[in-house]
């Protein structure tokens, strides 16, 4: 789609193309839950210069997600990202070499001590990536934990968990407890080891560029969800 319009505004959290309110692809109102978040999308839409490249515009399709996908049925939503607790990337961990394995216990046992305190939970650690069953309890924990948000938060933190592949770090960083660049480097830990062990590969580089800017933008969702 061209750019159309000239002028774009906020009002009642509803965004304003040339005096006519924005609607999703499927035609429902898009209507925010915070004047933060609206005037983000607007920012978006003033951004566009020739056309619309939704790359570049990740709020709103986000936001978009929430509307359309999500909102109908948040409860099936969340036990899809609920799921990755049976499998989180931070209880698999290497038996070597030892710099790596120093490293993975380094930055992945205080995050997952933020969650043994946060919600009273256990993880079962192992190494390898033969599947360990994790404690009923803690699968419970978090999954309520996750079934409380609504669809705009499970929207944001769905980019969070799929790229991550950690329920864990997602769960910490919609509570503001970590940086979400940080929490990026936490989740591709191995990634970069090996980048620093051999070199880096362009393409692994330009791939890894574009997951965490739709990791960052799930987080900074949260964070515009929050003011």
């Known amino acids: 789609m061209k750019r159309f319009w000239k002028d774009v505004a906020v009002a009642d959290r509803a965004i304003l193309l040339d005096g006519k309110p924005l609607r999703t692809p499927g035609r429902l109102p898009l209507v925010l839950p915070t004047e933060a978040l609206a005037h983000a999308v607007a920012e978006e839409w003033r951004a566009v210069q020739t056309g619309i490249r939704p790359h570049e515009m990740p709020l709103t399709g986000l936001s978009n997600a929430a509307i359309e996908r999500i909102a109908p ?3 099936t939503y969340a036990a899809g990202l609920a799921a990755y607790a049976e499998t989180d990337l931070l209880c698999y961990r290497a038996d070597a070499p030892s710099p790596l394995v120093d490293r993975q216990a380094a930055v992945w046992d ?3 001590g933020w969650a043994r305190t946060r919600y009273d939970v ?9 599947h360990r069953a994790q404690p009923p309890e803690t699968i419970a924990r978090l999954g309520t934990a996750i079934a409380a948000r609504d669809a705009f938060q499970l929207a944001a933190l769905s980019p969070i968990v799929t790229i991550g592949g950690s329920l864990v770090v997602a769960m910490m960083i919609a509570e503001d407890a970590i940086d979400p660049d940080a929490a990026f480097d936490a989740c591709h830990l191995d990634e970069l080891w090996q980048a620093e ?4 590969e362009w393409m692994a580089a330009d791939t890894r560029a574009a997951h965490r800017a739709d990791f960052v933008g799930g987080a900074k969702l949260l964070a515009l969800l929050r003011t």
């Open 73 to 75: 049925d948040t409860v």
């Open 110 to 112: 205080p995050i997952l």
């Open 122 to 130: 256990n993880f079962t650690v192992t190494t390898g990536v033969i």
């Open 197 to 200: 062990l051999w070199g880096e």
